[in-house]
């Protein structure tokens, strides 16, 4: 005869960095006296901090933008900077650990807790909206975007994802507004394996979805990098993003 267990049963574990999840939020009134000069600094975390000129002391968007396999920071920056700069949005550009990002690799760790730490000093030095975070990025960084995105939709309130492959979030929380990107003759991350089964999906968890296919291949051409800025700053655009 089996006896009983009587021990209490376990506690629902804590979800932190093996999960995805980022603790760094924006504050009502950064440690830095003032924002950094217009340009581009490079942050204590590995990471880039993309300027613009003209950032007053009040809140502004931020955009997280997370570069493909073998790619480099500054390689992240120069999708989003025309447009970004031309409104006023700071970037941040954090480097993988790797040669791509840790939930690729073997799990979520190492590249969570560099975000982490990155988004952190900048909280500290730049002023940010609450609801005016988002989370962009290309090939393997849009599908890390989206999959942190979905993880820490109570930070990200929105996902720009150029050409991603797949997502993996562990767990899900909010429900931000998402983007997704595709080249119909993509032939690394080809669409019909990729962004057509994903946006579906997205779509059935009840994500406002904007989707866009345009011709050509596995890249992200300037207008729709333009366009993905200004359908995140302006949520109910007019007429097409873009021809």
Same mark, same amino acid.
């Given at each position: 005869?089996?006896?009983? #267990?009587?021990s +209490?049963?376990h506690?629902?574990? #804590?979800?932190g $960095?093996?999960?995805?999840?980022?603790?760094?939020?924006p $504050?009502?009134?950064?440690?830095?006296?003032?924002?950094?000069?217009?340009?581009?600094?490079?942050?204590?975390?590995?990471?880039? @901090?993309?300027?613009?000129?003209?950032?007053?002391? %009040?809140?502004?968007?931020?955009?997280v933008? @997370?570069?493909?396999?073998g790619?480099?920071?500054?390689?992240?920056?120069?999708w989003l900077?025309p447009?970004?700069?031309?409104?006023?949005?700071?970037? @941040?550009?954090p480097q993988?650990?790797s040669?791509?990002?840790?939930?690729?690799?073997?799990?979520y %760790?190492?590249?969570?807790? !560099?975000?982490?730490?990155?988004?952190?000093?900048?909280?500290?030095r730049?002023?940010?909206?609450l %609801?005016?975070?988002? $989370?962009?990025?290309?090939?393997?960084?849009?599908?890390?975007? @989206?999959?942190?995105?979905?993880?820490n939709?109570?930070?990200f309130?929105? $996902?720009l994802?150029?050409?991603?492959?797949?997502?993996a979030? =562990?767990i899900?929380? &909010? +429900?931000? +507004?998402?983007?997704?990107?595709?080249?119909?003759?993509? /032939?690394?991350?080809?669409?019909? !394996?990729?962004? /057509?089964?994903?946006?579906?999906?997205l !779509?059935? %968890? &009840?994500?406002?979805?904007?989707y866009?296919?345009?011709?050509?291949?596995?890249?992200? *051409?300037?207008?729709?990098?333009?366009?993905?800025?200004?359908?995140?700053?302006?949520?109910?655009?007019?007429? *097409?993003?873009? =021809?």
């Amino acid at each position: 005869m089996t006896t009983p #267990e009587r021990s +209490r049963p376990h506690a629902e574990p #804590e979800e932190g $960095v093996r999960h995805g999840r980022l603790s760094a939020r924006p $504050v009502a009134v950064p440690r830095a006296a003032s924002p950094p000069e217009p340009g581009t600094h490079r942050l204590d975390g590995r990471a880039l @901090l993309h300027v613009p000129p003209g950032l007053g002391d %009040g809140p502004a968007p931020l955009a997280v933008v @997370l570069h493909g396999a073998g790619g480099t920071a500054e390689q992240a920056l120069e999708w989003l900077a025309p447009e970004a700069t031309s409104l006023g949005v700071p970037l @941040l550009a954090p480097q993988a650990v790797s040669a791509t990002w840790d939930v690729i690799v073997g799990g979520y %760790g190492a590249d969570v807790s !560099r975000i982490d730490a990155t988004l952190e000093e900048t909280f500290a030095r730049v002023a940010v909206e609450l %609801g005016g975070v988002a $989370v962009a990025g290309f090939s393997d960084g849009a599908s890390y975007a @989206l999959s942190l995105g979905l993880a820490n939709g109570d930070l990200f309130h929105a $996902v720009l994802a150029f050409s991603p492959g797949f997502m993996a979030p =562990m767990i899900r929380h &909010g +429900r931000p +507004r998402v983007f997704v990107s595709h080249g119909t003759s993509d /032939r690394v991350l080809p669409i019909d !394996r990729c962004s /057509r089964r994903l946006v579906p999906e997205l !779509r059935d %968890g &009840g994500y406002d979805v904007t989707y866009e296919e345009f011709r050509g291949g596995h890249r992200v *051409p300037p207008e729709v990098a333009a366009a993905a800025v200004r359908w995140w700053r302006n949520p109910t655009p007019e007429g *097409p993003l873009f =021809m």
